[in-house]
């Protein structure tokens, strides 16, 4: 589907593409840490979309198999929602938001308590064509 032809376009994706061609994919409230998912995040960030599929099948981190399945679906929706071709994408942005954090106690020595922060994270995958992205960059000179 062509940009013209929208009909309804989400706020999401207007600020996350604009007009331009691409599609992303979004999973709230995963339960890792901002922190450790923003690692795993810059291993894939401007990566093609096959090559990022292979590093993040052997990554050693938990949150590695969240972003597999992540950008799997980012470029699923470009494939049906927009007609690109799946060899072509890349990443073009990887956000990793902070999510709800939930306050849980320890019991301490003494009859204290230690509060511990069991902190939540928002992902968010965009892919773009290839040539859309030189485009920008300014890259076919």
């Not at 401007?46 to 198999?65: C, H, W």
């Not at 956000?95 to 106690?105: I, S």
Request: hydrophobic share 40%.
């Amino acid at each position: 589907m062509s940009a013209t032809a929208r009909d309804n376009v989400s706020a999401r994706r207007e600020r996350l593409l604009g007009d331009e061609p691409g599609a992303f994919a979004v999973a709230r409230f995963v339960r890792v840490t901002p922190q450790k998912a923003r690692r795993v995040a810059d291993l894939v960030r401007g990566a093609r979309v096959e090559d990022a599929l292979t590093t993040l099948k052997f990554a050693p981190q938990g949150v590695a198999e969240n972003f597999y399945k992540l950008v799997d679906s980012a470029a699923a929706n470009a494939e049906t929602l927009e007609g690109l071709n799946r060899s072509s994408l890349v990443i073009t942005t990887v956000t990793v938001d902070e999510g709800p954090t939930m306050k849980r106690w320890r019991p301490r020595a003494k009859g204290a308590a230690n509060r511990i922060l069991k902190r939540s994270s928002h992902l968010t995958v965009v892919v773009q064509p290839e040539d859309s992205v030189n485009d920008k960059k300014g890259g076919n000179r």
